[in-house]
């Protein structure tokens, strides 16, 4: 159950994209993983739910702050 006072983010990925047929599995896996074996862990980010529509996977999942890790990974590479 969603808790209506949370804030969740939503991502939308492209199902021709194969790159993003992968990452669904692997989310899709993880969110059974939360909801059937009772999983969760500080350092993984918890999938609430994924819609589908004929072109689009809807990920709902938890928001985290801070930005995004690919920029920050360029940023600290960019330093060495």
């Known amino acids: 159950v969603i808790n209506p006072n949370e ?3 939503c991502k939308v990925m492209d199902k021709a994209r194969p790159d ?3 990452e669904i599995r692997v989310l899709k896996h993880l969110l059974d993983l939360t909801n ?7 350092n993984i980010i918890t ?9 689009n996977y809807i990920v709902v999942m938890e928001n985290c702050m801070g930005g995004d890790l690919q920029k920050v990974l360029v940023q600290l590479q960019a330093r060495w």
């Not at 059937?36 to 500080?42: A, M, V």
């Not at 999938?47 to 072109?55: A, G």
């Open 7 to 9: 804030i969740l983010a």
């Open 20 to 22: 993003n047929r992968n």
């Open 36 to 42: 059937k074996e009772g999983i969760s862990h500080r």
């Open 47 to 55: 999938v609430e739910e994924i819609f589908e529509d004929r072109k």
